[in-house]
Each structure stands twice: as structure tokens, then as C-alpha cells.
């Protein structure tokens, strides 16, 4: 075994609470389970109001660490995070529970990366055709690095499951701040097998949105060498994505290509159609920072058996007719008692940080995790000790505990109240769930596009 130390590139912030981040994040969610379902999203004056709640419960006041008289941010403007998720709260209270907590509170390292921001680097995968996928602070997102273009350049990539369309910005890029940030770019004066087409695309997610043309290039992929791959190149992209505080360059879709946009294969797609790998699957191991191992990975054409326990390894058909990665859920549990919940599915998405359920059930929920939901969100004691489980093909998941307590409500106080990782959607219906990272980090994932089905297993504790 061999041992080496965590590394974190910071990106000081001072503009923003990481609380209204996380409101963001609950933002983000909530737009984004309604374009996946494909219902009207929330009113932008429904999400400002929302981030306007929350920086009044904040510890030193509205907007916290900007000046009252500048504390006017509203969604949309300023924020670093594309993984920003907004849920409508659920308007009652769910009653306490006998549940207590014995931990010991959300880790230092985490509160840290949730003030600071910035990427702990991947170690190094020794699977074949495998990406490591870097930390976005307090597991936000799960970025790689590839190569683009001749000379070949790095960029990092933020790698999700719930979209289908694959991008960096262009040299051409704009926002409404002007250039688009401290990123790495493509085009004809970096890359001399660069083509760009007149054919225009463009990208809403829940939060920010992108546009440009689609181009061709070669790609690198973990050794993997895709020669004049169709993509895009964004010349235009809001805040969400342009800002110096974004972690990554651009973005890539791995849902199935029928969801994309721009109407071209995924870059997963291409590598099994021209034979570089023997089938169109991404599986993932999602990584915690709280763990110290940033050992997560995305892997091409198969399964790293090393990742997993092989006898605990299901496959359930893809329910979702659109191209998400929906699977059907066998039941829902709260220290092994049934919640009574049933006929329920679960988006499965990388690109997701919370679980975003519907109000009915995320009060069960929470009344059975010994936490609340106000108008404002759904809080757990950051000491829980309380055990969700997932079901799916007669296999139950469990959450690990740190990953239902998120955030302190107080930064100050990291035995107090915690944001949940489980928050009320009022978006899509009322069986379907949005299940982010706060799951997934606690089970390994695979998709499969040519069969159409969803692969989970249990992580390798060795």
C-alpha cells in the first residue's frame, strides 16, 4: 500500500456564505429535476425569494459576509458553483423523532472546503481507461482532467451523469462580465486541428446556461483517443460558468445522446462506436472529502471490479424513456424500519450534490431521521447517527450518516443544526426522486447505454 498526501488548490472566496451556496445547490436541484421531468420550472422570483430567506437565518446577518448595504446577491449573479440546488421547502414542520445523534459533527476539513472552495486532486487510477476525478470542495461536484487539441492542452472536466452534451469554452468566449474567467479555452489559435462548424448549439442547466457552435477536435480520454470528435465550444456562458471561482473548464454529459442538444454522440458513445471500448458504459466511484482517500474515479467501457464487493452487484433496467439514468426503488428505510413508501424511482446524477425528493416523502423522511423542514429547508443534527437506505433490485444502499448531515445552518457550531442531504422538491411527480451524490457516494454506479440498464454495487472497504 502506498500512502501519499491529499493536496487542495484553493480558491479563497469572500464574496458569498457557503450557506447561500447550499441554497443554490437546493436551487439547482429543483430547476433541474423540472427540466428532467419535463415540468414548468420555479419562477425566478420563487428562487430569489428563497436565497433572500436564508440570509436573514445566516450568523451575522443578511448576505453574512458582504456589507449590509451590499447585500443585494441575487440568484444567479456571483456564485462559483454549477451545482447549485433549489427545492421549494416543504411547508410544515416534520415532528422530531426519538432519533439522536452520537457523532461528532461535520469535520473541520469539510466546513474549510465549504468556506474556500477549490479542488482536491484525484489520485492517480490504476485501472485501465480511467479518470480520477478531483473533489470540488465540500463534494460538490467530481471533475477530470483530459486533453483537447493539438498541441494537446489539459481541461478540467466536470463529469455528469444527468445531461448529454460535452463543452468547453471557446477563445471567443463572453459573459456578462466581460471574458469568461480564469479557464483553459479552444480554438483554431491553440489547436491546429481545430474545426469549428456553423451548426449553433445551446445548453440551459439549472443553473447557468452556455452557447456556441459545435466544432471538431481530438479528444483524450485516460489514453483513449477520440480523432476528430464533434462537441462544442461555448462563446457565450453566464456567471455560473465564466467566474474565476469555477473549478472546471467545461462539461460532459453522460446520459444517453437522446438528451442531447446538440444532437451528436457522447464522447462514451463515440469510443464504442469506433471500437475503443467494447461497450458504451461510465461507471463511477464518488469519492469523500471527509474520507481522506480521493480515490474517485470514472471509468470507460466497463466496471473497476476492484471498486466494488462483486457479490453485491445489481442490474435494473433504465426506466426513464427520455435518456436519464432512472431506476426503480424496492423500498426506503430509516435505521432498517420501513418508511411505508413505495412505487418510488430515483434519477440517479452525478451532476446532482443533494437528494431532492417530493415534500410528502421528504417529511416521512425526515420525522424518521430525528430532523425538521421549515419554509426554509429540512435540517438534521450534525451529530446524527440516524441510517437511510436506498433499495434497488432487492439490494439496500445505506447513506452514510455524514452524508445527511451537510452543512452546519452555523459554521461555528459543527455539533448544531445541519443542512439535510435530503431536501422537498415541489418539481416532477410525486414518486420520483432526484438522487445526487449524497447516495452515490455510498454506492458505485455504472451506466450502460447500449443495454439500457443500471448497474449499483457496494464499495470495497479494502
Not at 82 to 99: D, F, G
Not at 224 to 234: E, I, R, W
Not at 412 to 441: H, M, R, S, Y
Amino acid at each position: 500500500m502506498v500512502t501519499v498526501p491529499l493536496k487542495r488548490s484553493y480558491v479563497p472566496r469572500t464574496d458569498i456564505h457557503p450557506q447561500l451556496l447550499l441554497q443554490q445547490h437546493i436551487n439547482r436541484g429543483n430547476k433541474r429535476l423540472a427540466r428532467m421531468t419535463g415540468r414548468s420550472e420555479p419562477a425566478e422570483h420563487e428562487l430569489r425569494a428563497e436565497m433572500h430567506k436564508r440570509m436573514y437565518l445566516l450568523e451575522s446577518g443578511p448576505g453574512s459576509r458582504v456589507k449590509s448595504s451590499s447585500a443585494t446577491t441575487e440568484a444567479g449573479s456571483n456564485f462559483s458553483r454549477r451545482y447549485l440546488r433549489h427545492s421549494k421547502p416543504a411547508t410544515e414542520a416534520a415532528s422530531n423523532s426519538s432519533v439522536t445523534g452520537t457523532g461528532t459533527g461535520v469535520s473541520s476539513l469539510d466546513v474549510q472546503a465549504a468556506e474556500n472552495g477549490g479542488l482536491t486532486a484525484a489520485n492517480k487510477p490504476t485501472a485501465n481507461n480511467t479518470l480520477g476525478l478531483a473533489i470540488e470542495a465540500d463534494d460538490v461536484g467530481y471533475i477530470a482532467t483530459i486533453q483537447i487539441g493539438t498541441p494537446p492542452k489539459d481541461f478540467n472536466i466536470l463529469m455528469d451523469s444527468g445531461s448529454a452534451d460535452f463543452w468547453v469554452g471557446s477563445e471567443n468566449c463572453l459573459s456578462q462580465q466581460g471574458g469568461c474567467g480564469n479557464h483553459t479555452f479552444l480554438g483554431s489559435q491553440s489547436s491546429s486541428s481545430f474545426v469549428q462548424s456553423n451548426q449553433n448549439f445551446s445548453v440551459t442547466y439549472g443553473s447557468g446556461a452556455v452557447a456556441g457552435v459545435l466544432c471538431q477536435d481530438n479528444v483524450n480520454m485516460a489514453g483513449l483517443q477520440l480523432n476528430n470528435h464533434t462537441f462544442g465550444v461555448a462563446n457565450e456562458e453566464t456567471v455560473q460558468f465564466s467566474s474565476n471561482t469555477v473549478s472546471f473548464d467545461g462539461l460532459m454529459g453522460l446520459a444517453q445522446s437522446t438528451l442531447s442538444n446538440q444532437k451528436v454522440p457522447t464522447p462514451v458513445e463515440s469510443l464504442a462506436s469506433q471500437g475503443l471500448i467494447s461497450s458504451a458504459i461510465a461507471s463511477f466511484k464518488i469519492s469523500r472529502l471527509a474520507d481522506k482517500l480521493n480515490d474517485g474515479q470514472v471509468t470507460f467501457g466497463g466496471l473497476d471490479s476492484t471498486k466494488f464487493i462483486a457479490s453485491s452487484l445489481v442490474t435494473i433496467p433504465n426506466v426513464n424513456q427520455l435518456g436519464f439514468w432512472e431506476g426503480a426503488m424496492d423500498a426506503i428505510t430509516v435505521n432498517g424500519q420501513s418508511s411505508g413508501l413505495s412505487g418510488r424511482t430515483a434519477i440517479l446524477d452525478t451532476g446532482t450534490t443533494l437528494i431532492i425528493a417530493p415534500q410528502a416523502d421528504t417529511l416521512a423522511i425526515m420525522t424518521m431521521l430525528g430532523g425538521q423542514c421549515d419554509t426554509q429547508q429540512c435540517t438534521v443534527p450534525c451529530t446524527t447517527n440516524a441510517s437511510l437506505a436506498l433499495s434497488f433490485g432487492n439490494a439496500s444502499f445505506t447513506i452514510d450518516p455524514r452524508d445527511i448531515a451537510v452543512l452546519p445552518v452555523n459554521l461555528n457550531d459543527p455539533t448544531g443544526d445541519c443542512t439535510a442531504g435530503i431536501q422537498a422538491g415541489t418539481i416532477g411527480t410525486n414518486t420520483e426522486w432526484l438522487v445526487g451524490d449524497v447516495f452515490l457516494k455510498n454506492a458505485y454506479f455504472s451506466a450502460d447505454t447500449q443495454k439500457n440498464q443500471i448497474s449499483l454495487a457496494k464499495l470495497s472497504t479494502t
